[in-house]
């Protein structure tokens, strides 16, 4: 249970995610944010008004995948870094997700990290394809990781060091 | 004696807005903080803040707090003294206070008490060891000066400050073993909780503390769960093997100037604990003092620099200064306030006001 627990439900996850079509035709975002709270600058961040206008600034962020293209302009402005991109497009066997990611050392290009499910458990190994960290992302640098597709609803999060 | 039209007594972020609004309708305002650098709790808040663009919702507190600083120093009728304390509020409209040592008296025709809140205490025995310190000292030890307060972490609290202290410590490069909350649900933002989540620290509700142990200085600790009666289960104690333990139990408003000056006040458990009774105009039972941010009721930044707004308009239209479209910009903030308390985690903070808004009115009406 997500309210106990932290950690969201396989519904939920699956949920948030774009449909089987739209995975497969390229990069959409995802938006794990499951609790009213007063917050909205994800819709504010979003220029092709792929995420729905705010009635309540305690709305839950609804967003239309069809208008997203995955620009990822969004992810570094949520302030719970509940926002990534997914793109199953990248590879014949590996999906590719751009995750927010606030800690030191970062990764740089190439190198092989542990791949961390929702609740910190290490699923599988993955490849840093990318390493953000412009001055629009404002210190909420943006990791591109290839992920094997069977763990693409598992993985959100990487692991460096021990 | 030093004179001035506004005395905000307070930096932080209510206190910060309190004193751009009063001195835009041209008062002479004295803000003072008895802390170095102003910016109340906004100077240790590394990560971004919530809201709506109009409180700098994806802006790290740090950065707001700059922000609203470079437009203080932007006014000349707004005079900063830090390093100040204020000691007490008296009825002629004199107040005292102790500024980097020496004692003075300031004369005001408003005063608004913008002192925010003190952490609360936990009680388990040994609690008293050095290692155990509540989360927003660690936080100030960490993010203002650089200095990581040991190894191995447990967090008591899971409300946002338990929360985003936890993450903070992950990025300073410190283990949290745990953080634990005595309520069946984690109190803070859910989005806060999944992402301390993914870095691999267990949050374990219906937990509490059984005790601290070690001789010269903390060593380890022992939690217990609870059952739906907040009793402790036997055979559920686990050890955990650390060297802080940080309190995050809650905050209550620093309200001892407000009882000092014999504002009258009232125990609300949802604002925090005792909390002066004030109108819509932020005003309280006492003519001329008024309130803003978490010395009258515990929430966020974001509503109390919309509250600051509101007292530093109304603190100075009460002594005969105005601004244009001043009812308009009124209606502006009390919408605000409105809408960031509209939600499910505002319910119990909007109902808290209302009551004190209330009892307020009722008190004013029978003494007609
Ligand atoms: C860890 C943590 C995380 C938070 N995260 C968020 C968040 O993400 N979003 C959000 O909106 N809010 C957040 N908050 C809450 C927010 O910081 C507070 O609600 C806000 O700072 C309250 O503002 P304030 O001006 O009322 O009080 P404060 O910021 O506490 O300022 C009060 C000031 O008054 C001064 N003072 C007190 N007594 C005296 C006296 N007698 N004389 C002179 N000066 C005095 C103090 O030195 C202090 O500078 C967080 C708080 C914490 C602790
Ligand atoms: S990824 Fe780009 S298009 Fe999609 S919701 Fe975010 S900002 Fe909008
Ligand atoms: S910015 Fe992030 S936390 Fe805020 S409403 Fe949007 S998705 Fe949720």
Redo the contacts between chains.
Sequence with gaps: MLASTGVPTRVDIEKAFPNEVRMNQGAAAVIECFQNIPCNPCYTACNRNAIKEFQDINDLPLIDHEQCNGCGLCISKCPGLAIMVVDMTYSEHEGLLKIPYEFIPLPVEGDIVRGLDRSGKHMCDVKVVKVLNTKYLDRTPIISIAVPKEYIHNVRNIGMGD | MKYTDVLIIGGGPAGLCAAISAAEAGCKVLLVDRNRSLGGQLVKQT???????KQY??V?GIDISKILLNQIHDKENIEILNDTTILGIYEDGVITAESSGIYMKIKVKSTIVATGASEKTLAFPNNDLPGVYGAGAVQTLMNEHGIKPGKNVLMVGAGNIGLIVSYQL??AGVKVAAIIDAA???GG?????????????P?Y??HTVKQAYGKDELKGATIHKLDENWNPIEGTEMDLDIDVMCIAVGLSPLCELLWQAGCEMKYMNELGGYVPLRNERMETSIPGIFVAGDVGGVEEA?SAMVEGYLAGINAAQSIGHTVCNIEEKKKDLHDQLH????????TKIREGITQLQTVLEAAASSSL
């Design positions: 990560h971004m803040f919530f809201g709506s663009e919702a994806s790290r992950l990025q069946p649900n984690i933002y859910l989005v806060h909780a999944s992402k301390v989540r993914r870095s691999g620290v949050i509700t219906r974001s809408a960031l308390r509209s939600g499910p985690v505002g």
